[in-house]
């Protein structure tokens, strides 16, 4: 699960009974390539628990959000991804990514459980599943704390796993339907949560693949019809309302913008004000 949430420090993480080199991390990195997500980063603001009982904590948009993982064993740390003793075929993993973290299941059983429960602490009032599949969190005073992009599964070839979520309270669980299905093991699972940072109340980071298809779609279609492809691809109605009545303005700059980090392999990145109006866009690293 990709989570972006921010902490005071990360820990560094050993286990006596398990060393680097017991440890495998390529499946992770791999299904998240696969997946054209952004590859782990330091970040001296996340913290991710040795214990598989304490939760990921971090700041999110000013607010104090924690989230437990369903791991069962201690965790490894194998440069920047932590990786938690497995049972039944499941293994965890969580990592720091430039805006904030991520927990990973790999799945290498095809026993193995479907239901993978990720729990919220009680700042989160309220989950919210979007039309898209992603999900917001909203806090006290409905104020929104951050979205949990859309969930991806991928098995050992890199085909997608059909993958939902479901919502029940705080608790947000994923679901990966690999049994009887035609995949190769292991599967990764990853939903992403983003922010920008403590001054900035969302940040749409678009993937690779997202921001060259919109680039090269800008080529072919009027600036109306560019922003709206641009803002289609925003999860929450409330930013992507703010983008359209916004974006044909700033269509010209935003444009160029995706153009440049598509022809350099690089992601565009679009921040808006807590109303939805873009206000910064850049290309980032991914």
């Not at 790999?106 to 700042?123: L, Q, Y």
């Not at 010209?252 to 807590?274: D, E, K, P, Y």
């Amino acid at each position: 699960m990709l989570l972006s949430l921010v902490l005071a420090f990360c820990l560094s993480i050993t286990h006596a009974s398990a060393t680097e080199a017991d440890v495998d991390v390529e499946p992770f990195a791999d299904a998240v390539a696969a997946a054209d997500e952004p590859p782990a980063a330091p970040n001296p603001d996340v913290t991710i628990p040795e214990a598989p009982d304490q939760p990921v904590a971090s700041t999110l948009n000013g607010a104090g959000v924690t989230m437990s993982l369903p791991a069962t064993g201690d965790a490894t740390q194998v440069e920047l991804t932590s990786v938690y003793e497995s049972e039944d075929g499941v293994q965890v993993a969580a990592e720091p990514t430039a805006d904030g973290f991520r927990a990973l299941l790999r799945i290498d059983d095809p026993a193995a459980d479907e239901r993978f429960p990720f729990t919220f602490g009680d700042e989160v009032r309220e989950l919210v599943v979007n039309d898209d599949g992603s999900v917001l969190l909203v806090g006290a005073d409905d104020a929104a704390l951050g979205v949990v992009d859309a969930p991806w599964a991928r098995d050992a070839a890199g085909r997608p796993v059909p993958t939902r979520f479901e919502v029940e309270g705080r608790t947000l669980t994923q679901v990966v339907e690999h049994r009887g299905a035609a995949v190769s093991y292991p599967v990764v699972a990853d939903p992403r949560v983003f922010r920008c940072n403590l001054w900035t109340s969302w940040c749409v980071t678009f993937t690779r693949s997202e921001t060259t298809a919109i680039a090269r779609s800008s080529y072919s279609q009027s600036l109306s019809a560019f922003v709206a492809t641009m803002c289609a691809r925003i999860p929450n109605p409330l930013i992507a309302g703010g983008c359209v009545a916004a974006g044909v303005a700033i269509g010209l700059s935003l444009r160029n913008t995706f153009r440049n980090a598509s022809a350099n392999g690089r992601c565009a990145q679009i921040q808006f004000t807590s109303g939805g109006i873009p206000f910064r866009w850049k290309s980032v690293s991914c």
